[in-house]
């Protein structure tokens, strides 16, 4: 018996979830700043100044997120008396339409001929982009662009972008914090230690447990902070995972057709090279690992922790309605 899928439940579940989960990193922050005053005994200061760390990084990716993505993978606007980038353009216009959006998102090229590969961002519907490759533009017909443009439109539509988008602000505010406390504490073990064993005996004492103090509270900064960075990293690799199948199923949805999209996805397997332009922070976005890491592509439980992407062979075996193992066997050369 077949399963009929409510994808305005999922999206209307997918909001609920970015609720959630932005309410669990900002307690996390929370708790992270409270431990460190509870530990030294200096309530509220560190509860608020990481509050306040990982509000600053929401607002700075909510108001200027999209263009930060765009200059880091040094993408650039569609050029209008190019023909594959304005067939490109009539494509996101037309399924724009029919997914029932008010406003076509942006259109934007990554130079890249030995890479195929696209990506979404954007903070909301209305000021949203659509990113690919120039190698996309030349080594995919126009069924297989449409997969591609239904699988990031359904990122889109489902608030997907704005999920990811807030979620690695909030991770990004506790790697800054762990960042800051490691270099700190490596700087005032490195110089303040000095500084102590430089001083008169008479003061010697009082001196060591002074820097033996800071050097206990930065690593214990240092230390949750790497706790923290830790849970919140895999929550964002499993948000990142769980919503790439669903993106697939959408784009199905969207074009009537799992045929573009999974031969899309096979071009990526067997054409496709590594994004030199690409970064650990932005590869989630993208519909396939543009960094090409084997790890994505393996089922193994430590994969399924530390993956950015579902295995595509299992992807392609979905869409092809085939098994995982002769869809892996059928790539084995490439992944």
Same mark, same amino acid.
């Given at each position: 018996?077949?399963?009929?899928?409510?994808?305005?439940?999922?999206?209307?579940?997918?909001?609920?979830?970015?609720?959630?989960?932005?309410?669990?990193?900002?307690?996390?922050?929370?708790?992270?700043?409270?431990?460190?005053?509870?530990?030294?005994?200096?309530?509220?200061?560190?509860?608020?100044?990481?509050?306040?760390?990982?509000?600053?990084?929401?607002?700075?990716?909510?108001?200027?997120?999209?263009?930060?993505?765009?200059?880091?993978?040094?993408?650039?606007?569609?050029?209008?008396?190019?023909?594959?980038?304005?067939?490109?353009?009539?494509?996101?216009?037309?399924?724009?339409?029919?997914?029932?959006?008010?406003?076509?998102?942006?259109?934007?090229?990554?130079?890249?001929?030995?890479?195929?590969?696209?990506?979404?961002?954007?903070?909301?519907? /209305?000021? *949203?982009? =659509?990113?690919?490759?120039?190698? #996309? +533009?030349?080594? %995919?017909?126009?069924?297989?662009?449409?997969? &591609? @443009?239904?699988? /990031?439109? *359904?990122? =889109?539509?489902?608030?997907?972008? #704005? +999920?990811?988008? %807030?979620?690695?602000?909030?991770?990004?505010? &506790? @790697?800054?914090?762990?960042?800051?406390?490691?270099?700190?504490?490596?700087?005032?073990?490195?110089?303040?230690?000095?500084?102590?064993?430089?001083?008169?005996?008479?003061?010697?004492?009082?001196?060591?447990?002074?820097?033996?103090?800071?050097?206990?509270?930065?690593?214990?900064?240092?230390?949750?902070?790497?706790?923290?960075?830790?849970?919140?990293?895999?929550?964002?690799?499993?948000?990142?995972?769980?919503?790439?199948?669903?993106?697939?199923?959408?784009?199905?949805?969207?074009?009537?057709?799992?045929?573009?999209?999974?031969?899309?996805?096979?071009?990526?397997?067997?054409?496709?090279?590594?994004?030199?332009?690409?970064?650990?922070?932005?590869?989630?976005?993208?519909?396939?690992?543009?960094?090409?890491?084997?790890?994505?592509?393996?089922?193994?439980?430590?994969?399924?922790?530390?993956?950015?992407?579902?295995?595509?062979?299992?992807?392609?075996?979905?869409?092809?309605?085939?098994?995982?193992?002769?869809?892996?066997?059928?790539?084995?050369?490439?992944?």
């Amino acid at each position: 018996m077949a399963v009929t899928v409510d994808f305005y439940e999922q999206g209307r579940k997918n909001v609920r979830k970015t609720i959630g989960l932005v309410m669990v990193f900002l307690v996390m922050m929370f708790a992270f700043g409270l431990i460190i005053d509870l530990i030294f005994g200096i309530l509220p200061i560190f509860t608020l100044v990481f509050l306040a760390v990982a509000l600053i990084q929401l607002l700075i990716s909510l108001s200027s997120g999209k263009e930060i993505v765009l200059r880091s993978v040094k993408a650039r606007e569609i050029r209008s008396d190019d023909l594959e980038e304005k067939q490109l353009k009539n494509i996101v216009e037309e399924l724009s339409l029919a997914v029932g959006m008010s406003k076509p998102p942006e259109v934007y090229v990554i130079d890249d001929d030995t890479v195929i590969n696209a990506f979404a961002t954007g903070r909301k519907t /209305e000021d *949203s982009v =659509i990113c690919v490759t120039s190698g #996309l +533009l030349k080594n %995919l017909d126009r069924e297989e662009t449409s997969g &591609v @443009v239904g699988h /990031e439109l *359904s990122h =889109i539509v489902n608030r997907d972008v #704005l +999920l990811m988008t %807030l979620i690695s602000a909030l991770l990004g505010a &506790v @790697v800054i914090i762990q960042i800051l406390a490691f270099r700190a504490l490596i700087t005032y073990a490195r110089f303040g230690a000095f500084g102590a064993a430089t001083r008169s005996r008479r003061s010697s004492k009082k001196g060591d447990n002074s820097t033996l103090a800071i050097l206990a509270f930065l690593a214990a900064v240092a230390g949750i902070g790497t706790l923290f960075s830790f849970i919140g990293r895999l929550s964002l690799l499993a948000v990142s995972r769980t919503r790439e199948y669903f993106a697939d199923a959408r784009a199905v949805e969207f074009t009537r057709n799992p045929v573009g999209l999974s031969r899309a996805l096979r071009k990526i397997v067997t054409n496709s090279g590594k994004l030199k332009s690409a970064n650990i922070a932005t590869a989630h976005l993208f519909i396939s690992d543009p960094l090409k890491r084997k790890i994505n592509n393996s089922s193994s439980f430590f994969a399924s922790l530390w993956s950015t992407h579902p295995p595509i062979a299992m992807r392609i075996s979905i869409l092809e309605n085939r098994s995982y193992q002769e869809v892996r066997d059928e790539f084995s050369k490439y992944l």
